[in-house]
């Protein structure tokens, strides 16, 4: 399979969506690149008493519509060039669902599989002794992402209100709930997701209530393969893989059971009344929904051309090739594109900045009312873009995000 360097991809997506839109040359070059770049050493001691030097970044892409936001890894393979295509599409996904904020990325090239928690607490402490001048509330808001959790985020905060001695929670998001994380937020990627495929459903006239299938059952695929059930008022949930198999049965699968089973087995394999099958068969099922929720590649031109799913709802980031993006659009497949499928994470952490800037802390129901709210617009800004323009979905979603960054590049003289 041919291998992507992802931020050539991303500059090829917003250099599209720049020509469809008229953007001047220096706009485009502004877009093109992130604002902002830290790439340094964090020397951190072990538990057997020697240090190692760790790389690291932070990629600030732009600030145009407010801070940066955007998550941090602990990863071996981590790229300056990896983090720089995130940070972007962070800019695209947060202007995507119109939050005041920009995009930004950051990672640690280390290994936290075999590290320990002590190792890890001072891996997180000591990023942000080196960056905190340049991360804030109302500068760049790093997350979680992967390898990194809310216990990162709590020791990440507790090392910056250390350094700057004042109580300000809202420098980090998606942190535990005791330490000023939002109701709601664990679910928030699943729900908005599932919020989208009601709209794109609604838009396309697709019966919501027929069958869907889940490839990466992990902790997103889960919460989504329950809260369609719930937000869809039906829909038989038909098959799911993991990293260890897939599991099918056309009648249907209960979700909160095969959530538990998997949490009680470690995989899917083995539920009760479902046959196993191949999890590349999983994609290809005839499916109202394929929700994609496992790892990059996923939908390539190996497969593209076999998956008969009506709607594809992105939950992973980069699912689709780009050349399996072509052959998607020429069937006739309703692409709900990462950046706005999975964007209700993001949605939710500008809620969990709004309550630690207030410190009024609201209830569950009120932040799925928002969130809903969010995606909602945010699914129809973009299925009107693509509709009115005859273009992928992908195209028109960074129609959307590109035009409303430089239009706030422009409004501040920058451009
Ligand atoms: P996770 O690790 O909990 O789940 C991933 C699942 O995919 C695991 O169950 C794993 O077994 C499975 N998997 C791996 N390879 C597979 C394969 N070849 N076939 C089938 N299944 C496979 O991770 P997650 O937090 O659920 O994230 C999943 C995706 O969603 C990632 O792309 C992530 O970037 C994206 N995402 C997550 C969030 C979030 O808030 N969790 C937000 C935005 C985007």
Known sequence: MQSYNSFEVAQAQVTAAAKLLNLDRATLDLLLWPQREFTFTLPVRMDNGETRVLHAYRVQHNFARGPAKGGIRFHPDETLDTIRALAGWMTWKTAVAN???GGSKGGV???PRKMSERELERTARAYVRALWPHIGADRDVPAPDVYTNPQTMAWMMDEYETITNRHQ???MSNKP???GGSEGRRSATARGGVVVVREACRACGIDPRGDYAIQGFGSNGQRAAILHQEILGGGRLVAASDSSGAVYNPEGMNPIELRNHKLRTGSVN??????PIDPAEVLELDLAVLYP???ENAVNVGNAERVRA?????LANGPTTPQADQVLFAKGIHVIPDILANAGGVAASHLEMVQNRSGDYWGEAAVFARLDDTMTR???AVHGASRERGIHPRLGAMLVAVARVAQACKLRGWV
């Open 177 to 179: 709930l005791a330490l």
């Open 270 to 275: 083995g539920f009760s009344g479902s046959e």
């Open 378 to 380: 945010a699914y129809h």
């Open 293 to 295: 929720a496992a790892l």
């Open 169 to 171: 929670p809202g420098v």
């Open 99 to 101: 939050l005041p904020l």
């Open 310 to 314: 009506r709607v594809l709802c992105e």
């Open 109 to 111: 090239v280390c290994d």
